[in-house]
């Protein structure tokens, strides 16, 4: 840590961490294990997406698996390549939407490689159990195509049937070599791709989308804990969102079945109290013919509406999520409007990384006079705001996807139910603390989380037994000491 620390510059301790982690695997985790709040930042976002923009230029060696169209047909021949033979979790991507930077081809790698990290580091899967895949089908990033150092197949993007092929292809694959109860991590698609690969998968492999999935989980967590400093049930409150892809459309649909759930109204009832905006404008049914199928349930009837701004006046939401992925979309107005009919606006400003947040926890807390209860996708430091400290939550699916996973591991799960979901969320928002509320946090904090990934892997897991989709039998009688019993430390083996 002292060498680290020596570095001054985000990219300079994210390549030595990365050396760290091909010199000494283990000394890598010991490290990110024990010093997760302050190491988060650099080997995840924002750190992660600095470094999958220049990912090129700073390359050493490749950490993960690309497989490019040139492997057309020796897909399974290639994975048969990777030197480890017992792989639980793979993340994939083809780097089409990497955070909120956009088409980064190839150099996508960045993230497989840092969530897999993550997944020993927070949820205790075993490294050599992960793998970092990268589907190289070119890129329409036309900067990247003219850069000397870029890693990738110098073409535009492969489309359509030539696209489906191939993911058909690594999906037989990987089905192929590692059996039924490999995790599959889609990870940074962009939404046509996205929602459609999901749907094409999930009733034949063990699929999970973080981005969609994911990120619903750990929002609809953060919202949870809310309502304790806020008061009222999840169906007496309004939700708003700017940005109706993947994230906004997975935690709407993810809200309104916990809804549906507590109230027995029909889920076409409770979509009612959530509302959506896009580039376009606020998503009402006179758009209905123009929206992409994600988008329709949320048309509801309402004249149109060209900016958030205006849609935060109409609607008066009291929770406003921003999953747009432009930066800086939450303005002052914006956020004092929220403040102006809300005692506790709840403000999510989820876009990563830190330059694409809707807006900073400094603004969040002085716009709204320390009244908002703000959390976001990249970490802001706490704020001194009137003489009063405000700690931001971070509301990032790393919470959840390292827990989830494990919890699909160990108890030989087939198949992700969205019920699996909601009970990644329940055990989540079950370990904020008193303490955490009263600093107004509605996250707990990132330095218990192998404890808190042990008990979302145990809730996890308990309900793949319910839905008889886990397949280790006999269930352990308490799963969450048997998840604990079965994450990766990183300590030398005594030998005596
Ligand atoms: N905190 C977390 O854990 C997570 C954060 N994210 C972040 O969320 C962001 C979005 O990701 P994702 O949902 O996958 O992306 P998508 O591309 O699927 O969706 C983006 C949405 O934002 C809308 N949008 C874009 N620009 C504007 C604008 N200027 N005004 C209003 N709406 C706009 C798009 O509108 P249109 O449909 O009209 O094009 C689209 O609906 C990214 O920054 C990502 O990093 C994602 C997953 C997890
Ligand atoms: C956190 C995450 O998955 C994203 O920003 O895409
Ligand atoms: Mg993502």
């Known amino acids: 840590m002292h060498n680290l620390r020596q570095y001054q510059v985000p990219l300079q301790r994210y390549m030595a961490l990365m050396d760290l982690q091909e010199r000494n695997q283990r000394l890598f985790y010991k490290l990110l ?17 600095e470094a999958c923009q220049k990912y090129g230029s700073i390359f050493r060696r490749p950490q993960g698996l690309y497989i490019s169209l040139k492997e057309k047909g020796k897909i399974l021949e290639v994975l048969k390549n990777w030197p480890e033979k017992k792989i639980q979790v793979i993340v994939v991507t083809d780097g089409e939407r990497i955070l909120g930077l956009g088409d980064l081809g190839c150099q996508g790698m960045g993230i497989p490689v840092g969530k897999l990290a993550l997944y020993t580091a927070l949820g205790g899967v075993r490294p050599s159990s992960c793998l970092p895949v990268t589907i190289d089908v070119g890129t329409n990033n036309e900067e ?3 850069d000397e150092f870029y890693i990738g197949i110098r073409q535009k993007r492969a489309t359509g049937q030539e696209y489906s092929e191939l993911l058909h292809e690594f999906m037989c694959a990987v089905k192929q070599n590692y059996g039924e109860k490999v995790l ?16 094409k998968y999930r009733a034949s492999h063990l699929v999970f989308n973080d981005d969609i999935q994911g990120t619903a989980s750990v929002v609809l967590a953060g919202v949870v804990a809310a309502l304790k400093l806020v008061g009222g049930t999840l169906a007496e409150h309004t939700f708003l969102f700017l940005g109706a892809g993947e994230a906004g459309t997975g935690i709407a649909e993810l809200i309104a079945l916990e809804m549906s759930k507590q109230t027995k109204a029909p889920i076409e009832e409770t979509r009612k109290k959530i509302w959506l905006v896009d580039s376009k404008g606020l998503i009402v049914s006179s758009r209905m013919e123009s929206l992409q199928h994600f988008k329709k349930p949320w048309a509801h009837e309402h004249e149109p509406l060209k900016t958030l701004l205006d849609a935060v006046k109409a609607i008066k939401p009291t929770v406003l999520i921003g999953s747009s992925g432009v930066g800086k979309t939450f303005t002052k107005e914006v956020v004092e409007a929220m403040a102006s009919f809300n005692e506790r606006p709840v403000i999510f400003a989820l876009s990563n990384p830190t330059s694409q947040s809707e807006c900073t926890a400094e603004q969040a807390y002085t716009w709204s006079k320390g009244r908002a209860i703000f959390a976001s996708g990249s970490p802001f430091d706490p704020v001194e705001c009137n003489g009063k ?31 699996m979901l909601l009970a990644a969320s329940e055990a989540l928002a079950g370990q904020v603390t008193e303490d955490n509320f009263d600093k107004g946090l509605i996250y707990p904090p990132f330095c218990n989380i192998r404890k808190i990934s042990a008990e979302i892997a145990a809730n996890v897991a308990s309900k793949a037994y319910e839905l008889g989709l886990a397949t280790r039998l006999p269930r352990p009688a308490n799963l969450v000491k048997y998840a604990e019993s079965c994450m990766y430390s990183p300590v030398y083996r005594n030998y005596r």
């Open 33 to 49: 294990i024990d010093n997760v709040e302050e190491l988060l930042p650099v080997v995840y976002t924002p750190t992660v997406g």
């Open 144 to 146: 990247l195509l003219k």
């Open 184 to 199: 599959i991590q889609f990870e940074d698609f962009a939404n046509h791709n996205a929602f459609e690969l999901l749907a």
């Open 389 to 419: 400290v405000f700690v931001p939550g971070q509301a990032n699916n790393a919470y959840i996807f390292p827990g989830f996973g494990l919890g699909l591991v160990i108890s030989g799960a087939i198949r992700v139910h969205d019920d």
